[in-house]
Every structure is written in C-alpha cells, then in structure tokens.
C-alpha cells in the first residue's frame, strides 16, 4: 500500500496509506447492513493495508464511530491513523422524530444541533473518542461549513463566524496541547476551504466531490494554494457519489441525488476517452485525485467487500500518459492539472 507522510508543523506528523476509508456508509448509508458485515469490510481494507479512517458522529447518527470501535479494539493505536467531526452534537429522541430519513437506516433516535461553539467541540470530542473506544484522535475536522448544508451564503457566513470564535480556538488549543496532531474541515465546497486557509493556522482539509474528473474548478482557486502553503488534503467523493464509479446509467448518482444531465454528458465524454485507451473510468477518477502533490489520502466510501476490493484496485491502477493528455486536449480536465506520471 503506498503511502504519504505529512509534517507541516514538524510535530512528526501523520502518515497517511494513499487509499484511505470513507466511514460513512457503514454507518448504514442508504441502506442498513448487519454489524458483522460491517466488520467483514473494515477487515477487507485493513488486510488490504489500509490504515487511514474517516468518520464523523453524523454518519450513521453515531453508528460509524461505534462500528469502528468494535474493528479498532486490540489494535495499536500508532498503527492507524483516524479522524472524526465536530459541528454537530446528537440528542436522544424517540424513533419517529430521529433525523436522516431516507438516508440512514437501521440507526440510533437522534436529532442533530448544529453548534460550532468553542465548549461544544470539547463535548463533541470527549462523546467520539467515548464512541469510538480510542484514547485520541489524531485529526479533527469542522464538519460540513458549507452552503450545501447550511442552504444560504448568510446562513454559511453566520456558521463559519460562529466557528472562528469558538470551534476554531479550541481546535487550536487541542493541537497546540498535542491532543490532536492536526485540524481541519471536512465540507463539499472548496470555496470555504480557501476562506478558511486565508484566515487561520489549519493543517488539513477534507474535501469532498468537489476535486474530481468531474470537478475540476478548485484547482487553481483551492488546491494548489493549499499546497504552496504545505496543506493536506484528503478528497472525499473521489467518484461524485457514484456515477464516476458506475458510469453514465440511468441509475448514476452525482452529490447522492440522480445525476443531472451535464453530469451525465460529461461522463459520457471521460468514458469514451477511457475505453479507447482501455482504462477503467473508476481507476481515471481515483489516479487523477491522488496526483495533486497536496493530496495525502483519497477515501472513497465501501459498503461491501466487493466494493473496497475495486477501490483498492483502482487506487494502484496504471493510467496510461495518452490517456490524460486526451483528456486536457478535450478539454475535460485543466491543462495544469496534474496527473499520474504512470
């Protein structure tokens, strides 16, 4: 498994397996699947060599964080790096009035509070590591600052002031007391992670869909800054929730809803360029995301074994040259895109 060190504050730093595990959908994302099935997948990636793991408190209400607390268990814990969320806290509530319908099954009766205050995200961490069985995280993300969650730009602009003032202090206080080793967020747009980055002392972000084949705009405005500035980044959503992974099919998802038609259209094009160089269109969107030099890990999700067989074969996959340069000449990837030099 390759694998890729991150020291930007000279700490020692983290080092990172290139493919990483997504922790969301053993949290029961979209469809429920049994505990033991469950622990086949995460033993799947680990007897594979995968030793980063992200999850959050929302995924799964909770579920994910307790699910990995059963895998983890025995381990040792400078074996593996893991990171969790804060930005929500979870009340108990009973199961016809729990949050995520439709999008969690099978999980505990909880209802979300947004709340990035600085004592707040001291509680968020003391109920993950409670969850998760661990004596320390080593990575904390300000989950999903964004318009996509919080649906306005005043809304957004209103979270991340709240964030800044509070959340933000105590993230630094955890790193600075080497309780954490870096901190970040984890959002579905790059243009907060810039914000961001122009205004505090972050160390790695979790982007998410928004620096594939698919979508390419972050690179000059986010992705390359972060670099120059020895920024990670992990990319979530490396296949935009699927379509990327399945192809252009009528049933293809992009951002977990059915893929627009531009989507489509776009992946139509990429797919075409792939079979012509006898390239697999899921292998193209994993090699082209783990390229960019700030990119330390990239998580797509699994749900089942199969699933996390084909991520591990895309992650070591070879793209042929021909293959990227046809790509640029379409103008379906930036010409300054960096790309695999396989």
Known sequence: MQTRHWDRLGNGGLTFTTLGFGAAPIGNLFRAISDDDAQAVLQSAWDAGVRYYDTAPLYGLGLSE??????????????????????????????????????????????????????????????????????????????????????????????????????????????DDGTIKAFGAGVNEWQPCRWMMDRGDFDIFLLAGEYSLLRSEALDGFMNPAHERGIGVVIGGPYNSGILATGPIPTAKYRYEDAPDWAMNRTAELQSLCIKHGTRLVDAAFRFCAAHPAVVSVIPGGQTVAEVTANLAASTAQIPPALWADMKQAGLLPANAPVDPQ
């Open 66 to 175: 307790t699910r990995l607390n059963r895998f983890l268990r025995g381990k040792p814990r400078d074996a593996y790096v893991i990171s969790s969320k804060i930005g929500r806290l979870f009340r108990a509530t009973t199961p016809d009035k729990r949050d995520g319908f439709g999008k969690w099954f099978d999980v505990p009766s909880r209802t979300e509070v947004f709340d990035y205050g600085y004592d707040a995200t001291f509680r968020s961490v003391e109920f993950s590591l409670e969850r998760l069985g661990i004596d320390r995280i080593d990575i904390l993300y300000a989950h999903d600052l964004d318009i996509f969650t919080h649906g306005s730009q005043n809304a957004l602009d209103a979270r991340l002031a709240e964030f800044m003032s509070g959340a933000y202090r105590a993230l630094v206080k955890l790193r």
